[in-house]
Structures are given as C-alpha cells and as structure tokens.
C-alpha cells in the first residue's frame, strides 16, 4: 500500500512561515505530476499548487500566489511548500499527492499504485 507522509506543519503567527515536506514509500516521483492540496474544516480538499515532473512548471490557486512556492527534490523522493506570509485564511489541513496533470484544473491521481490520501500536516495560523 502507498503511503504518504506530510510534514512540516505548525502553529504560526499570521505573517509567518513554514515549510511543508511531503515524501511516498513507493511512488517514484521523478515520474509524475505532484500536488499539495488543503482541507478546512467541514469542507472538501482544494487543490493549492502542483509541479510537472520535470519541475519546469508549477501552478497556484490565485489566493496563494507570491506567497508560496512549490518544488520537488526528485533524488530524495521529496515535495516541498514553501509557505511566506502565512494568513488566517491559510489554516488548513495539508495533504499531497499524484496529480493527473497539472493546471487550472488538474486534479489529484490516486488509487491503485498512486495511493490514497495521507494523514495530512496541520497549518494553524494565529493573529
């Protein structure tokens, strides 16, 4: 079974920064589209940023955009979000995985050999 394991979340004050790790015990991610996506309370995931394999190209959700920047380490199986100027807004539950492409609207790739959801890292912005 894939696993994915985020990291990196925290308690922050609203201004503040962070670093998010995300890695998989099996996906070769050199192979794929990647993508960070968040939960808030009550609602469903929204997709925040992903990265082609390559790495040439990402995309961010408007919200986000200047302030956080995605990027992937394909020798240590390893995806990154930067996150600058965090906001109240930003508080979310923070999960990542395959995406079927990446875009306006890609979305996420799991199932099978993708995986299912991880157990998230938690972003907790206070004012």
């Known amino acids: 079974q894939v696993q994915w394991l985020e990291s990196g979340g925290d308690l922050v004050q609203a201004g503040g920064s962070l670093r998010l790790s995300c890695t998989s015990s099996?996906?070769?991610?050199?192979?794929?589209?990647l993508a960070w996506f968040r939960q808030f309370p009550g609602k469903g995931r929204e997709k925040v940023s992903c990265?082609?394999?390559?790495?040439?190209?990402?995309y961010y959700i408007d919200s986000v955009k200047g302030r956080f920047t995605i990027s992937r380490d394909n020798g240590k199986n390893t995806l990154y979000l930067q996150m600058n100027n965090l906001e109240l807004e930003d508080a979310a539950m923070y999960y990542c995985?395959?995406?079927?492409?990446?875009?306006?609207?890609?979305?996420?790739?799991?199932?099978?050999?993708?995986?299912?959801w991880g157990p998230g890292t938690q972003v907790t912005v206070s004012s």
């Open positions: 099996s996906v070769t991610f050199a192979d794929y589209e």
């Open positions: 990265i082609t394999a390559s790495g040439r190209y990402t």
């Open positions: 995985a395959t995406g079927n492409g990446c875009g306006p609207h890609s979305g996420v790739r799991l199932g099978g050999e993708f995986g299912n």
